[in-house]
């Protein structure tokens, strides 16, 4: 009997630890030609200031040849660090050049910043949906 209710409780923990693997869902993000959108901010921050050293650099991996990435620059508050104050940082852009006929694709993208404490990177990637 107790090997039947600690099997039960693994794979209870084990289903709530799948759940919450397969709750995370990739980001969609639907232009028309010649739109931009903002995809989220940017910025490198340690104990609530900014280490950055000028603007980080954004390199498309995967991608369709109609959209840009590029990084707007702006202040910017870093509220996963719960900071109080706005630093300077910038926001992540992409903008649909003309496009012919609806395409889906997926964007990659790696954003290199140059910091106080050397370069670093970091990646991530979304879904595209582009219509005329």
């Known amino acids: 009997m107790r090997f039947w209710s600690k099997a039960l409780a693994m794979l209870m923990i084990g289903g709530g630890v799948l759940g919450v693997a397969r709750a995370q ?20 921050v340690s104990n609530c200031r900014s280490i950055m050293i000028g603007l980080p650099e954004i390199e498309v991996l995967e991608g ?6 590029s990084v707007k620059e702006g202040m910017v508050l870093p509220r996963r660090q719960n900071c109080a104050n706005r630093i300077p940082g910038g926001s992540l852009m992409i903008t649909a050049k003309e496009v012919s006929e609806p395409l889906q694709a ?27």
């Open 106 to 132: 997926k964007v990659t993208y790696r954003v290199k910043y140059k910091t106080k404490d050397g370069e670093r990177q970091r990646g991530d990637s979304f879904l595209l949906s582009l219509f005329p």
């Open 64 to 69: 369709p040849p109609q959209v840009t990435l």
């Open 25 to 44: 869902t990739e980001i969609k993000i639907v232009l028309k030609g010649g739109e931009s959108v903002q995809i989220k901010n940017v910025y490198y």
